[in-house]
């Protein structure tokens, strides 16, 4: 490794050290604003280390979600909780790996309309399945407090950290560079570029599936349409775009704002939500093309040029 | 038989929705997923026309068409024209776009849940039952049926027969040769996107009479709509009438034989075995 | 020096519905042989190449690799198995700088290399094609004929068994010109395997040891470049009955 990837990786695990010191505040509010901050922190990494590189936009994040915390609901009673965590991944990563290879290899148009489904046709066919076997949701019961779902999370942060890292330095991570620049040309140069597209949704998928099954102790009563929320991937996707897919910590910078904002917005115009929901979504097109990080790349350009001038 | 004829008749309104999303989609290049939101728009106009002053939805079309067509327009013009402008490739034109008419399509919902709440609608029009080979249908179903089948053509014919149409069409098949012959493409793209939202209004005045709706259930017939226009193949008319009409017969199958709950797992299944088999729609070419 | 046979096509078809863009075309291009595909334009050249490169899937027909069936394979498999090109328009990556767009080519052609030799092999390849002082420029900052070596490099630096090269020298100026046909020159004088479609007749002259000439999606010469431009039916099917 060089020198630079030592020091980012020092300063990584400094705020991580950080950031898990939280919970001693002892301030339940703080604590769970954490929560949601560092669910929505795992959701929208994961969600741009695929839609990132590729311009395929993904709304199944509910979709995974939803199948996570279910894995959770139907399995505590069963099996040790530690398990269901790679069970909720392979379960996660397997529907992303159908979904992928159903649709990837069509334009990006077909692959948002597919995913925007796939989360109400996955909650018809639970609630459909239950209605049939006669029960309406389940019941989670865990002694798992908000702390403890915070550092479940946090450390589900830091694998996905070094997971985008370890993909950035890998030959897929610089097959999926060339297939977002232009996929004729990457085919023409030896990628199969279905594989390369369907391994990313198959991990993003996989951390989306791990985050609900976290989460599920926090519900206490799941039932479909709290686990399959559609709102869910529309506020990821606006996180990760606000705050640039162009870097490893561009969601990071759009996820804090943004939760705080929502938390705001939300508890003062709870009727308007979805009127500033769609507000967002349109001033990140028109206002902030790129995100944060497109903002700081374009700035420091800036600041290049004009020292190159003086 | 019973079941297809119900199935027929709901595809029938399908049909008239997709063909405004197909028109969008298939002339100007933009995936409108705000497309739903002009339905229920269409919808609730009738809705409020009449219960407010007893106006025949049938009569409301015809304000709600040009209203539409405005309005559309204007959305083109000044939020999407400058998106197809900076677009470097089409891959990036489709995000902005995909991005920006969600968006839009929030805020319509917004705009309608804060002015009408978020209630269901719906209203009584010509709900008399009719005899069709033994069974009853509600007559409003079939008069809007018929409404949309009348339209339909009337779009099929205007397409294939006068100058206009002719010119739409070109661009569909290909805007750098329509270009060559003298088609003013960027002003007919304005004019096809502004079509296709009052034919999709229209259609929502028209489903109006018999589907109760509410202010955000215009994402339903968006998905819907689309998984029409990729069963039938982008640009193409025949294709989009037989997929919404298989559509909206597989739908009422499932409806009643297995569950009302999993029509639009229904439309998906559908979706997928097109995805695989022919994902270049019903009449499509594979592409080259 | 010339060796066994690289690329076979043995009845090679592509139909677009009604219309046959190449029809029932066969010939060879054998080691260290740079072979010229020439004609008319929309003769069929590009579409014989697009079928080669596997950019299209051939209707009919039998295409091998050195012995070994491509036909019908995915452009990728036929990448890896040899098979480099450039486009007739230049087609870079545009978020990346001139090195990465040549790494492109030796990560995942022929001959796969990754990090460090990767690079380093890039820079060789942009040395070959005289672009090692812009390694590290943006693509958006070359001129014309640069960003055509930086593709050509691109393709080189899988090491291809063969090369094609989509009217590679089209649209240079005659300065350019010059510097594009000896930059090929220096490829085939290395005993590359080369297909060019061009239109250029001085670098046909120069550069071809054979070529194979087509017209309305058929072959209707093939051999050495002096006879086939000495063919009369080659001229006719170039200028037109009146002339011949």
């Known amino acids: 490794m060089k020198r630079d990837e030592w020091k980012t990786l020092g300063w990584g695990a400094g705020l991580l050290v950080v950031a898990a010191l939280l919970p001693l505040t002892g301030d339940g509010y703080l604590i769970s604003l954490g929560v949601t901050i560092a669910m929505y922190t ?39 909780y530690w398990l269901l965590l790679p069970i909720a991944a392979v379960v996660g990563g397997v529907l992303a790996a159908l979904v992928g290879l159903a649709t990837l290899r069509l334009s990006g148009v077909y692959f948002v309309i597919f995913t925007l489904g796939l989360a109400e046709m996955t909650r018809q066919a639970v609630t459909w399945y239950q209605n049939q076997t006669g029960h309406k949701g389940t019941y989670v019961l865990t002694d798992f407090t908000d702390n403890d779902i915070y550092w479940q999370l946090l450390g589900l942060a830091a694998l996905v950290y070094l997971v985008g890292w370890a993909i950035g330095r890998s030959r897929l991570g610089f097959a999926l560079r060339i297939i977002g620049d232009d996929e004729d040309v990457a085919r023409h140069v030896g990628i199969n570029t279905a594989l390369s597209k369907v391994a990313l949704f198959i991990v993003s998928g996989a951390v ?103 | ?136 249908f509600g007559l409003n179903r079939v008069v809007a049926f018929l409404c949309a089948a009348i339209l339909c053509a009337g779009l099929y014919l205007w397409l294939n027969v006068s100058r206009a149409g002719m010119a739409i069409r070109a661009v569909a098949v290909s805007p750098e040769h329509a270009r060559l012959v003298g088609i003013d493409v960027p002003k007919l793209s304005a004019r096809a996107f502004a079509l296709g939202g009052a034919v999709t209004a229209v259609g929502g005045a028209v489903i109006s009479t018999f589907l109760t709706l509410d202010a955000s259930t215009g994402v339903m017939f968006t998905m819907k709509a689309l998984i029409i226009v990729i069963m039938g193949g982008v640009g193409d008319v025949r294709g989009t009438i037989l997929a919404a009409l298989v559509l909206g017969v597989g739908e009422t199958m499932v409806a009643t034989l297995i569950d009302p709950g999993l029509t639009l797992a229904a439309a998906y299944a559908l979706f997928i075995l097109i995805l695989l088999f022919r994902p270049q729609g019903f009449f499509g070419r594979k592409p080259t | 020096m010339m060796g066994g046979t690289v690329i076979s096509l043995r009845g090679a078809t592509k139909q677009f519905g009604g219309l046959v863009a190449v029809d029932n075309v066969s010939f060879e291009v054998r080691e260290h042989e740079v072979m010229g595909l020439i004609g008319p334009n929309g003769s069929g050249k590009s579409t014989t190449l697009n079928l080669i490169s596997g950019a299209l899937p051939a209707t009919d027909g039998d295409i091998a690799l050195k012995g070994q069936e491509i036909t019908g394979l995915p452009a990728r498999d036929i990448a890896r198995k040899g098979v480099a090109r450039t486009f007739q328009l230049v087609r870079l990556l545009p978020s990346m700088n001139v090195i990465e767009n040549v790494m492109a080519g030796a990560v995942f052609g022929h001959r796969r290399r990754w990090g460090a030799s990767a690079e380093r092999h890039a820079k060789q390849v942009l040395e070959t094609v005289g672009l090692a002082d812009k390694a590290k420029a943006h693509t958006s900052q070359l001129t014309y004929i640069d960003t055509k070596r930086v593709e050509l490099a691109r393709a080189l630096a899988g090491e291809p068994e063969v090369l094609l090269l989509d009217e590679w020298l089209a649209g240079l100026n005659p300065t350019e010109l010059t510097e594009g046909i000896d930059l090929i020159h220096r490829l085939r004088d290395e005993g590359r395997t080369i297909i060019l479609v061009e239109h250029v007749m001085d670098a046909i002259r120069s550069l071809c040891d054979a070529c194979v000439v087509m017209s309305s ?28």
Do not use: C
């Open chain 1, 42 to 80: 795992v959701l929208a990494t994961s969600w741009a280390l695929f839609s990132g590189p590729t311009h395929y936009i993904s709304l199944a994040t509910a979709a995974f979600f939803g199948v996570g915390t279910y894995v959770t609901g139907s399995g505590i009673e069963v099996l040790p």
């Open chain 1, 208 to 310: 989306a599936a791990v985050v609900g099954a976290i989460i599920a102790p926090r519900y206490v009563y799941i039932e479909p349409s709290t686990a399959f929320t559609p709102m869910l991937s529309f506020q990821v996707v606006i996180m990760a775009l606000l705050g640039g897919t162009g870097r490893l910590w561009g969601p990071l910078v759009g996820v804090i704002p943004f939760t705080l904002l929502w938390e705001a917005i939300s508890s003062s115009f709870p009727n308007q939500t979805t009127l500033l929901l769609g507000l967002s979504f349109l001033a990140i097109v028109y206002l902030l093309p790129g995100g944060f990080v497109g903002l700081y790349d374009r700035l420091k350009g800036r600041a290049a040029k004009r020292s190159a001038l003086a």
């Open chain 2, 1 to 136: 038989m019973d079941i297809v004829i119900t199935g027929l008749i709901l595809g029938g309104t399908y049909a008239l929705i997709a063909l405004g999303l197909n028109l969008q989609y298939g002339v100007s290049r933009i995936m409108n997923l705000a497309n739903g939101e002009m339905l229920v728009i269409g919808a609730f106009t009738a809705f409020t026309l009449f219960t407010v002053a007893q106006v025949s939805p049938l009569l409301t079309i015809f304000i709600v068409a040009p209203v539409a067509y405005v309005l559309n327009w204007l959305i083109y013009r000044i939020m999407l024209r400058p998106l197809v402008n900076r677009a470097k490739n089409r891959g990036m034109l489709e995000q902005d776009a995909i991005l920006t008419t969600f968006g839009l399509s929030f805020v319509m919902v917004g705009i309608m849940l804060w002015a009408f709440g978020g209630d269901y609608f719906s209203y009584s029009y010509l709900s008399r039952p009719v005899v069709i080979f033994g069974d009853n």
């Open chain 3, 217 to 244: 999606g058929k072959k209707i010469a093939e051999g050495t470049t002096d006879e086939v431009l000495s063919d009369p039916e080659v001229i006719r099917a170039y200028l037109g009955d009146d002339d011949a």
